[in-house]
């Protein structure tokens, strides 16, 4: 019974993301779906894409929140349009909470649409929002056995960023660890090990995400 | 549809928690149900309770992880009886299955039993497992923002224990922004201020965890 409804559940999520990824790919926009654990550091890595990326590229952000502002407001510094989702205690975004809130944008104006899920390393992946790709946010403070741990955002993932390098010299992560558990899951996949505070990685990542957005062209 | 579902499943995971609850009342144990985000510290928690009460006390533990037994491994080292649950991709424990494992136990000769639920900071909270209480841990590199952010699981907390408090100075965690914010949403809630490496907060911790079980004789 339950099973049945998580899977009626599930198709009608399946068939709004077909119609959103259809519309973003007429539009032109590439649409990330960035997921993680509360606090690896989501809000801060669309804070340094837009100091970077803000000027050569046009970004719209949908934030997606369980109860609060907190992450727009930091990014309200960017003359950017911003959509905040209230989950209201909803563990995840759905493709229909972002297919009513497309309205509020011009996507033909768009390069990037940027969603931030709610923090969660689990239910999220689970909910084609019709992106063009997931990206995977990990910090190093969560300890290296995440990937092993939480695979199926790992599974899907077209890159995974590891945040938060300037701490491993304070815990027991190990690089090798997790790069290896990494691998078993999904072989081949970009990692950009980054320090949002030092910037090591962001080259690399700024590099990368632009020849995504202009393969679209 | 889905909203009377979901009560469906709310109510049916009440009742059975109620029976649990009841369980374990008749056999004076005491169940933490231990969330957090992934990585915050539960595994670790339970490594320095279980060296530290292992002798005075008897502790039993669940488990709860979607696809590995990683934590259960760690656990091993002690002499105490451990289940893992794996929830094949679920994001939360729920009464039934700890129900279901409950006759692995012998509850007359357990004075704790801790379960460590699914790292996640969100959906666990909805679901009571008939615990004598939930302790909320969340870790200082996760932001100081999380009880605003993720205001359920901080406002059915007994007690909140803030682990890696050794890693502040490297981060932007604010401790009165952290505090303030948990007071609003849940007053006068002991918090423990932890570091598992150094050894901060933990005597305060045992002592406070080793006054709830002896109030149950």
């Not at 502002?69 to 990014?75: E, F, G, I, M, T």
């Not at 390098?165 to 990494?182: A, C, G, K, M, Q």
Request: aromatic share 8%; charged share 25%; proline share 3%.
């Amino acid at each position: 019974m339950e099973i049945k409804i998580m899977k009626n559940i599930l198709d009608r999520n399946q068939n709004k993301a077909d119609e959103v990824r259809s519309l973003m790919s007429t539009s032109n926009v590439l649409m990330v779906n960035i997921i993680s654990s509360p606090g690896a550091g989501k809000t801060t890595l669309l804070e340094r894409t837009c100091e970077e990326l803000g000027s050569k590229f046009r970004i719209g952000v949908i934030e997606g929140d369980i109860t609060t502002d907190r992450d727009a407001r930091r990014l309200k510094k960017f003359d950017i349009p911003i959509v905040v989702i209230n989950t209201e205690g909803g563990c995840h975004l759905d493709s229909h909470s972002i297919s009513k809130v497309l309205d509020l944008f011009d996507l033909d104006a768009l390069d990037f649409l940027f969603v931030e899920n709610v923090g969660n390393l689990i239910c999220p992946s689970q909910f084609d929002l019709g992106e063009t790709f997931k990206l995977a946010v990990v910090s190093t403070t969560e300890g290296d056995d995440k990937p092993a741990k939480y695979p199926m955002l790992f599974r899907e993932a077209k890159a995974v960023l590891l945040n938060k390098i300037d701490l491993i010299p304070y815990t027991n992560f190990n690089l090798e660890n997790f790069r290896s558990d990494l691998r078993h899951i999904n072989a081949g996949v970009p990692i950009f090990e980054t320090s949002f505070t030092r910037g090591d990685g962001l080259e690399s990542w700024f590099k990368w995400i632009t020849r995504q957005v202009t393969a679209l062209r």
